[in-house]
């Protein structure tokens, strides 16, 4: 099956500062999305993105599908950023019609 | 504003037991799906339903059963709810375009299930 790698798995930044999260998928996609899990665990839609580029305020997402990888950049970060950042992907490949999730980047930000 | 809703948040049941999680979505989809998370496995797909009295089952979907009388609900059973079971449950849904892969889906707020 379709194998989700992230990267980093953890990452700790001071408030203020940007980051680049990476998704890299081994197979072809028909389906990319970016999650945020809150601390309370709530799973928040960042970006559905199985190619191109999108921004959303201080959020931007990239994914080049040719080359399997996804990168979401988190610009003049705040503490309710923290929490686990998931990228989640879909394809035909699969049995089920599931997306198939990352093992998550956990980050926190700290004033 | 459309949402999806799960009820209750959190429950706590003994072994044994039948225990029934709700799902409601007014986003008017026609697909919808049952998740569950644990550490370790990430989320593993249950059941899904791509419209009323279509279900179907995924991954991980033994002791679980799912039912589609309308649009907006996907209640989840445990039949006879064991430990393995504690978990959190997630609902989600999605618009129908083509196959549900090509669609993006929204996620409920889950429910923590705990199961003694």
């Known amino acids: ?111 | 504003d459309a949402e999806i809703t799960q009820s209750p948040r959190h429950k706590i049941t003994e072994t044994g037991r039948q225990v029934t999680l709700a799902c409601h979505q007014t986003w008017n989809h026609n697909n919808m799906f049952w998740y569950r998370q644990d550490l370790g496995h990430g989320l593993r797909l249950i059941h899904y339903s791509y419209g009323v009295q279509d279900t179907n089952k995924g991954e991980v979907s033994d002791g679980y059963s799912v039912s589609r009388s309308n649009t907006e609900d996907l209640p989840l059973t445990l039949e006879s709810a064991a430990s393995s079971q504690t978990s959190v449950y997630f609902c989600a849904s999605s618009e129908s375009k083509l196959r549900a892969i090509y669609n993006e889906q929204f996620f409920g707020p889950g429910t923590r299930l705990t199961v003694l």
Not at chain 1, 42 to 61: D, E, M
Not at chain 1, 86 to 98: G, H, L, N, Q, R
């Open chain 1, 1 to 111: 099956g379709i194998q989700v790698e992230q990267s980093p798995p953890d990452l700790i930044l001071q408030e203020g500062a940007n980051s680049t999260l990476r998704c890299n998928f081994s197979d072809s996609v028909n389906n990319l999305q970016w999650f945020h899990q809150n601390p309370w665990g709530q799973l928040i839609n960042l970006f559905y993105i199985p190619s191109g580029t999108k921004q959303n305020g201080r959020l931007s997402a990239t994914t080049v599908a040719t080359e399997r990888y996804s990168l979401l950049y988190i610009s003049s970060s705040q503490t309710t950023d923290s929490g686990v950042y998931f990228c989640a992907v879909a394809s035909m490949k699969t049995s089920y019609d599931k997306v198939i999730f990352g093992p998550g980047t956990s980050l926190s930000v700290i004033p």
